[in-house]
């Protein structure tokens, strides 16, 4: 069965879209408002009465497969929106992270150019970049190409002149602080012709950034005021012809790393371990992340008309609702504690637990645990198989009353199975805690003689059934439902006072 959501508004009409894990919330928003003719502006998504937070994908939501959402509008007023803005190695300023307040309707491009002049008295350059490349290896002079800026949140890339017109809002971001990470992509256009494609995508934008400028400050109560007037389109207008000389300066734009650099990779270096510290006697079996974004389930054909309410969904709906509303008499604190005493005394029984763990970059390691064993004892194995054991992480999983964390530290003394109650198996998720680092992120988790070792998955296809929609009785059958309609008293059974 394919994967999909559907999405009811205030009429009961409803838009069926497909989805992927990496789907993000706001696109599922965006189609939904097409299908049912909706300005996507002006609406959010609720799932069981809760506000969902448009900025994640599907994944992190934690919706599942035909998971029903309610259209509801949202607020016109903007809000403010905390936004730090991640500059690159290479920044000349020598800043690493640049924060700001802005308001929800604010562009990505008018957030660049806002960061140009960040108040520091440092002018930056985000929106005009230009490169300049040689006309041949041994000619001095040559042409500038443009720089274009690229912005990752969230996992998403944005790029092009049309996605930085996009606003928080859109992206999902109404509320709250996000973090925005820049990188630059030199591109075959020449400086001049950018610069018009520019004036013409943001024509509008740039008339209206004293606008903007005062928006934000009205809705913002503590902004940092603009200290010096950012470096704007007109002015890289006046750059020189095509064909300019090279200077030394701009001849060798890669430079050798420096003493400090290398020192501060030595230390990183020195927190990486590829020594393995999982105790030898326990089994583990790892599992590879899936080679494609969309899963197997995404690319089966489903029928829509299976998630159409039919008469007898709907009586047992009402029955559902029925026995709810019936009164019941709540238990007494005896029967709790009797329930609690059996619960203690069924976890007693249980011997071993098979935990499978799930690390960041979709790694997955099974093994299991005795009654012995403590959330300690979890961490530990953890640490074992990771390649920068020392990152800040903790454990999560799912309970009856939702996701739940594996306590760790001086509370890690509990047990796996009679305190946390861990029965059966069980999925336990790697999350990366605020100090993490960039490079943790974004590298291997597992050490190489566990990826070396690492198996797919094998996920066994389930045949559908196929039933005919107008499908008539057979004549047996008839023949059994007209004897019943009958009724009637057998012939074998004999009652008193007849013959």
Known sequence: MASHVVVLDASARRATIKTTPDKYLTDILQEACHKLGRNADSFGLKHNNKVLDLSRNLRLAGLSS????????????????????????????????????????????????????????????????????????????????????????????????????????????????????????????????????????????EGQDAESADGNSAAIAKSTPEAGKSASTSDLHDTPSSEVPLSPQTQSPLRPPSPVETHENSKVLDTISEESNVDPRRHVTVFSPPSSNTPKAAQQAFNEKDYEPTIDHAKIHQSRLAATGTNKRLLSDAELAAQAKAQAQRNAN?????????????????????????????YDFVRGLMVRDNEPFSL????????K?????????????????????????????EGASVEARSSNVLKEQYRQTAQEIQVKEVEGISVAENAQPSAKNRGKEEKERKGGVPKWLKLPGKK
């Open 350 to 378: 249980v011997k071993e637990v098979e935990i499978k763990v799930r690390f960041p970059d979709q790694m997955q390691a099974v093994t299991k645990f005795s009654n012995m064993d403590t959330a300690n004892t979890l």
């Open 66 to 205: 035909g998971a029903k959402l309610d259209l509801v509008l949202s607020s016109r007023s903007p809000s403010v929106v905390s936004v730090a803005l991640q500059l690159p190695d290479s920044d000349p300023q020598g800043s690493s992270r640049l924060t700001d307040k802005f308001s929800s309707n604010t562009t990505l491009w008018m957030v660049l150019r806002k960061f140009e002049s960040n108040g520091d008295g440092a002018t930056r350059n985000f929106t005009g970049r230009g490169v300049p490349v040689r006309k041949s290896p041994g000619s001095d002079s040559g042409r500038l190409y443009f720089e274009t800026p690229v912005v990752q949140i969230m996992g998403r890339e944005l790029s092009s002149f049309a996605d930085l017109q996009k606003t928080l809002a859109q992206l999902g971001y109404n509320s709250g602080s996000s973090l925005l990470r820049l990188t630059f992509r030199r591109t075959e256009t020449p400086i001049e012709e950018a610069m018009s494609e520019i004036g013409q995508y943001f024509k509008d934008i």
């Open 396 to 403: 999560r999983f799912s309970a009856s009353r939702g996701p």
């Open 405 to 433: 964390s594996v306590p760790s530290g001086l509370e890690g003394s509990v047990k796996l199975i009679s305190d946390l109650g861990l029965v059966g198996r069980v999925l336990v998720n790697v999350v990366w805690e």
